[in-house]
T-cell receptor, first 115, second 110 residues
Framework: GAVVSQHPSWVICKSGTSVKIECRSL??????MFWYRQFPKQSLMLMAT?????????EQGVEKDKFLINHASLTLSTLTVTSAHPEDSSFYIC???????????FGSGTRLTVV | KQEVTQIPAALSVPEGENLVLNCSFT??????LQWFRQDPGKGLTSLLL?????REQTSGRLNASLDKSSGRSTLYIAASQPGDSATYLC?????????FGTGTRLLVSP
């Protein structure tokens, strides 16, 4: 089945710094990828759709200048949280669309804590 | 705009019980319905995927049904075990987008 590697699994950073999260598909290629955010005890909310070779599409209310997405290849997408603030502390998770009709595959997630 | 709701929000049962988790969605124009399991602080594990043309899928002790006309899906867990304790999420799939439900936190006690 499809395998997605996401790292780091957790990161603590100081307010004002930037953090990069990587998501890589290990055994398939995808032109599209999704980034989600999950606050404690809430469900996953789609942040943006990452398109290989073009600009990402952001959901309403998500700041594109704050959450930089780069989908430089068919197997790698990165999310950079710029000038992080404590309110950005959350669980970030990537997802690739289904392969062969098997639904979506998710990364293991990244717990970001901004202090 | 698709809205997905799950009931109950939390469920606590003794080991061995059969249980049903409910998922409802407002827009029946979906491609498929997927059930996931999420352990605390972890990513999502796909459990079952029901295509829009299907009515149910089974995997081991899990059975998921889909009724598009009524906007409902159920996840049936037979003979629950402590290892089933997790949050269960349903998600409807539209055009390349998943909309997640609010989740059901399940605790199965020994």
């Amino acid at each position: 089945g499809a395998v997605v590697s996401q790292h780091p699994s957790w990161v603590i950073c100081k307010s004002g710094t930037s953090v990069k999260i990587e998501c890589r598909s290990l055994d398939f290629q995808a032109t599209t990828m999704f980034w989600y955010r999950q606050f404690p005890k809430q469900s996953l909310m789609l942040m943006a759709t990452s398109n290989e070779g073009s600009k990402a599409t952001y959901e309403q209310g998500v700041e594109k200048d704050k959450f930089l997405i780069n989908h430089a290849s068919l197997t790698l997408s990165t999310l950079t949280v710029t000038s992080a603030h404590p309110e950005d502390s959350s669980f970030y998770i990537c997802s690739f669309p289904g392969q062969g009709g098997f639904g979506y595959t998710f990364g293991s997630g990244t717990r970001l804590t901004v202090v | 705009k698709q809205e997905v709701t799950q009931i109950p929000a939390a469920l606590s049962v003794p080991e061995g019980e059969n249980l049903v988790l409910n998922c409802s969605f407002t827009d029946s124009a979906i491609y498929n319905l997927q059930w996931f399991r999420q352990d605390p602080g972890k990513g999502l594990t796909s459990l079952l995927l029901i295509q829009s043309s299907q009515r149910e899928q089974t995997s081991g002790r899990l059975n998921a049904s889909l009724d598009k006309s009524s906007g409902r899906s159920t996840l049936y867990i037979a003979a629950s075990q402590p290892g089933d304790s997790a949050t269960y999420l349903c998600a409807s799939s539209g055009f390349q987008k998943l909309v997640f439900g609010t989740g059901t936190r399940l605790l199965v006690s020994p």
